[in-house]
């Protein structure tokens, strides 16, 4: 099976801007997580897709958004760019079992110049 | 809310000895506890999982071992390579309705 594919891997945008980011889960997932991780902060939840509805929400503000589509997979949106939203972005996909055994993509690179 | 506490944030040991990272999580009703190995430009990348109805789970040179009543949970890898170099994340999640909480990540670096 082939893996979590994300899209673009390098993103470069400046101050104001917005951005979308594409993710295509692993065949059969139907559950797709969204995190941010920059040095700092380590990894940070953003939100969970299920079945084209939001099922989980992170302490994020507004300005980051995203939808699933009926085939799973996913996009994100950061509008109003700021310097801090720099940061690899990384989606997971699970299959709906009991545990819900999460499998990450490479990333995007987003860089906010 | 979940929250996982990991340590040491950075570990270095000799190749061919032994390196543990401990988590601890504060929702008792966790019950599924994955670690993730995480190298340079790339996703993390689960390699081992444990579930609440186990104490101990092994993979070859990878052990992990589950204290529900501490709450704390150990990854333990033995006979260390250089290819073990990397970022290792702890996390918990009970139910899997619930979001997926992440410790703050371990850097082994295995010294030749």
């Known amino acids: 099976k082939a893996g979590v594919t994300q899209t673009p891997r390098y993103l470069i945008k400046t101050r104001g801007q917005q951005v979308t980011l594409s993710c295509s889960p692993i065949?059969?997932?139907?559950?797709v997580s969204w995190y941010q991780q920059t040095p700092g902060q380590g990894l940070q939840f953003l939100f969970e897709y299920f079945s084209e509805t939001q099922r989980n929400k992170g302490n994020f503000p507004g300005r980051f958004s995203g939808r699933q589509f009926s085939n799973s997979r996913s996009e994100m949106n950061v509008s109003t760019l700021e310097l801090g939203d720099s940061a690899l972005y990384l989606c997971?996909?699970?299959?709906?079992?009991?545990?819900?055994?999460?499998?990450f993509g490479p990333g995007t690179r987003l860089t906010v110049l | 809310g979940e929250n996982v506490e990991q340590h040491p944030s950075t570990l270095s040991v000799q190749e061919g000895d032994s390196a543990v990272i401990k988590c601890t999580y504060s929702d008792s009703a966790s019950n599924y506890f994955p670690w993730y190995k995480q190298e340079l430009g790339k996703g993390p990348q689960l390699i081992i999982d444990i579930r609440s109805n186990v104490g101990e789970k092994k993979d070859q040179r990878i052990a992990v071992t589950l204290n529900k009543t501490a709450k704390h949970f150990s990854l333990h890898i033995t006979e260390t390579q250089p290819e073990d170099s990397a970022v290792y994340f702890c996390?918990?999640?009970?139910?899997?309705?619930?979001?997926?909480?992440f410790g703050t990540g371990t850097r082994l670096t295995i010294i030749p």
């Open positions: 996390a918990a999640r009970a139910g899997s309705r619930e979001k997926l909480t």
């Open positions: 065949s059969g997932h139907r559950s």
């Open positions: 997971a996909s699970s299959w709906t079992g009991e545990y819900g055994t999460q499998y």
